[in-house]
Structure formats: C-alpha cells, structure tokens
C-alpha cells in the first residue's frame, strides 16, 4: 500500500501518513455553530474531511478509523439567536444541527463515527481547566479562568507566530484581569439570561476552544492522528487547542497531522453578511440543484486552494456529471462497483488531489465507452462506481439522476433506441433521418445532449 501523503501545516509540507494505531485511526475536525444555517464555506471542511474519512476507511478499513466531528453548542452566537426569539438555547441548536445533518446528508456527507456537543461534555471541561490551573498554565481572576501563553513554550509554533509579535499586536484595550495581552479565556461569566453553568471558579460558561480540547480528549483520546478544520482556525482556535491539551497532558501532542482546507469566495468576493452574498446549500438545494453537484464542485478544486464559487462552476459540474452519470446509465445498469482505480487512489493519496481524481474519471469513462468485451466494460464501469464511493459521488440511481423515474421500462428503452438511430443516422449522413427522429424526440419532450462519452437524455423540465 502506497502510504497517503498529509500536507501538515505544522511541517509546512507534505508527510507520509503513519497512525500511532492501524487499527484505530483518529480525526477530529471542528464542526459548525449552530446558529444559523450553515452557508456552502461551512461545507468546505466537511466535505474534505469527508474525502479523507472515506480515503482512510478505505485503506485501513471501515471499522479501524474514528472520526470526531463536534457541534458547537456553546457559543455568544447562539446565546443572542436565543434571547431574539425568546427561547432556551436547545431550540436554536436542535433546529440548526438538524438542518446541517440534512444538508450535509443531500451532499453525501457521511455521518461522522462520533458528534460530540459542547453541552454534553462540560465536566470533561471543566476538569481540563482544573489541571491548568493546578499546573500553573492557567489562572483564575475576576470570574475568568485565563491560559498564560508564555507558561507554554511552543506557544505560536503551529501559526508560526512569535510571542512577542503577539503581545505587541494585541489590542490597546486589553481586559484588566489579563496577565499578558494574548492570554485567552478558558471560562467566563455569562451575563444575565444567559445560559450558566456551575465550577469550581464560579458560575459561567467555557470558551471555544476549552471546548474542542475537551471534546477531543473525551471522544478519542489525548493524542489523535489527524486534526482538521478551515484555514481561519490554525490561530488562533488550533494554536490555543494545542497550548490547553499539551499543558495539561505534561506535553503529549493533540494531534500529529494538522489539516487546513482553503478559503472559500463567492463570485470573487468574500462571503459576508454585508455583501449579501452568503450562499447556503440549503437554499440551493431547495431550488433544485442536486447535493452532488454541489459535491462535484466543490471537489474541482484542490482543498488547500482558495475556490472560487458560482453559476458556471455549479453548471460545469452538473453537465460533468451528466456525462458520467450517462455512462452509468448506459452500461452500469446495477452493476456493483468493482476494486478501487489505481489512478484515483493515486490522486487521493496524494494530499486529496480530488481535481486529478475527477479528470480520472472520464478516463475511465473513456475506457467503458470504447470497451471492445463485456468484461472489459464491465470492468470500468466497476472502477467507477467505486470511485464513486470514494469521492462521494454516483449515489443516485442514474435513471433517477436523469428525472426518468416516471418513464416505464417501455418507454425508457423506445427512447433509447431512438437516440441510438439518430447517432447511426448521423454517421450515416443521413440527416433528413436524423432531423425527423429529433422531431419525434421532441414531441415526446424529451432534450438530448451529445458529449464525447455519447448522448444523455431527460425530460424536458
Ligand atoms: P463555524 O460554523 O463558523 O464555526 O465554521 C465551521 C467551519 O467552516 C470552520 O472550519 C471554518 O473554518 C469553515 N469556514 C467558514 N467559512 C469558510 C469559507 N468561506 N471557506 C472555507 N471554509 C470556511
Ligand atoms: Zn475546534
């Protein structure tokens, strides 16, 4: 087995990827807020993390990789989308982690192995701020539990920032009860209304990044393999992860692989509630636009990259699919996907090359298209619909994907046919043929596409 090939942002390069256990891989990746429906950049780390979930239970097994995937439930975002409606916090984070599953199911996201929620790991929290404090890491002063940064060495080496830049950068107002600028909060005071709980340095609630520590420590352990989220995160939420976890575990590290996905624009600006640009699948999907293609382009792109996304990349991607999609149709039939494709698994376990897995595809689409045997057609149609299960993609049964679901057998197959004629027709020349099947064909509402992999077919809409 070739090993995978990680871009770590801490080495500042490729690695080969080596799990501390085989047997039991680790990947923790920062969920969403749920707050408010989560927009189409919320969806770039899921799905790349995605890729790399499916990626690794393909090499090490499906039952031999555990992956973490939180919801923050605990957040000031949370607490005033809360007191606007008049309602407890759980309303707001019950509807919205119900919406993001739902989207997340529609873009073929696979469930992560575990979804820890702030809320339900608040004593792991607090006994984690107990050990930095009993170890002289972290101070408690005025309701507010602090991390000293200059307690923790290595402070900065992640983001590769220097300590002194930090302080100096800090802001002119820094809280009175800070011993250094870049301290930041553990726990704090919550204000009135607002949701509290209990510990040992008084009423309040924990901080962001307090809570990934201690969901990771509960859910897989104080080491793990991988550890992923968007590129905004490395600092400083992953930097103040990894001060927390490596002071209180007497400097294990939180995690041997840090992966950062690239930003994500829309229409060459960045996403804002000022510009008004926010996109959201969820919307998207709702008008129709299928999950997967939305997958499919958002895996044009290489995930450290910054991509851009709108109209025609959402369009390119649905007539790629199309492509592909009519090749399953034609001849993959329920055909079972077959072995992985080298080239695919190359491309992936090369830092998650998903633009080279694509291209990939069509190679392999090529090959079905001008198999001269059965096996050997049916052989590529098996790679790709294992490739499939690897990017994500093919889900759908490729009848469905077509709106042919309402066509009898019948019908389906008289239509077929008469595509099969036109194409003879034309490299007959024969065109007044031609021309008058494609009457027929439109009479019948039916809108044919030629490709270089052949003709797909739907119904007008
Ligand atoms: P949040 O729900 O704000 O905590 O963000 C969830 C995840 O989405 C984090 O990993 C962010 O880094 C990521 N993220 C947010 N906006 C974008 C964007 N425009 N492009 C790529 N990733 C993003
Ligand atoms: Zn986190």
Request: glycine share 8%.
């Amino acid at each position: 087995m070739t090993a995978i090939q990680l871009h770590d942002t801490a080495a500042r390069k490729k690695r080969a990827f080596v799990p501390q256990d085989p047997a039991r891989v680790t990947m923790y990746v920062c969920g969403p807020t749920v707050y408010s429906t989560a927009h189409i950049g919320n969806f770039r780390p899921a799905i790349t993390f995605d890729v790399l979930y499916r990626l690794l239970r393909h090499e090490y097994g499906a039952d031999h990789v555990v992956y973490a995937r939180n919801i923050t439930d605990v957040d000031d975002k949370i607490n005033a989308a809360a007191a606007a409606e008049g309602v407890d916090i759980s309303v707001i984070t019950e509807r919205f982690a119900k919406i993001y599953r739902e989207d997340s199911a529609a873009l073929n996201i696979l469930p992560p192995t575990i979804e820890p929620a702030a809320t339900a790991h608040m004593s792991e929290m607090i006994t984690l701020m107990e050990q930095l404090v009993e170890g002289g890491f972290a101070y408690a002063a005025e309701g507010h539990v602090l991390f000293d940064v200059t307690a923790y060495e290595q402070y900065g080496a992640l983001s590769k920032r220097s300590l002194d830049d930090m302080i100096a950068g800090a802001r002119v107002e820094v809280a009175p009860y800070k011993r250094n600028p870049a301290d930041f909060v553990l726990w704090k005071p919550s204000k009135p209304g607002e949701p509290v709980w209990e510990s040992p340095f008084g009423p309040g609630r924990p901080g962001w990044h307090l809570e990934c520590s201690a969901m990771i420590e509960a859910t897989l352990g104080q080491t793990i393999d991988i550890h992923g989220g968007g590129a905004d995160l490395v600092f400083p939420h992953h930097e103040n992860e990894i001060a927390q976890s490596a002071c209180a575990h007497g400097g294990a590290a939180l995690a041997n692989y840090w992966l950062h996905n690239g930003f994500l624009s829309i229409d060459s600006e960045k996403m804002s509630k000022s510009l008004g640009n926010i996109v959201k699948p969820h919307e998207l999907l709702e008008r129709g636009v299928k999950g997967e293609v939305i997958r499919y382009a958002m895996l044009t792109g290489h995930y450290r990259a910054p991509l851009d996304w709108n109209d025609t990349l959402i369009e390119r991607a649905q007539k790629s699919l199309d492509r592909l999609y009519g090749v399953l149709r034609r001849f993959g039939g329920d055909a079972q996907p077959g072995d992985a494709p080298d080239a695919v698994l190359k491309a992936l376990r090369d830092d998650m090359n998903t633009p080279k897995a694509l291209a990939a595809l069509f190679e392999i689409a090529g090959r079905a298209n001008k198999a001269e045997t059965e096996t050997e057609r049916a052989e590529a149609v098996g790679e790709l619909k294992a490739a499939g299960d690897l990017l994500g993609l093919f889900q759908e049964d490729a009848d469905a994907w077509f709106g042919l679901d309402a066509l009898s057998e019948a019908e389906k197959a008289e239509i077929d046919a008469l595509i099969a004629e036109r194409g003879e027709s034309r490299k007959a020349k024969d065109f007044a043929r031609a021309d008058a099947i494609r009457d027929q064909l439109d009479a019948k509402g039916v809108q044919a596409e030629d490709g270089p992999e052949g003709t797909t077919w739907r119904l007008k809409g």
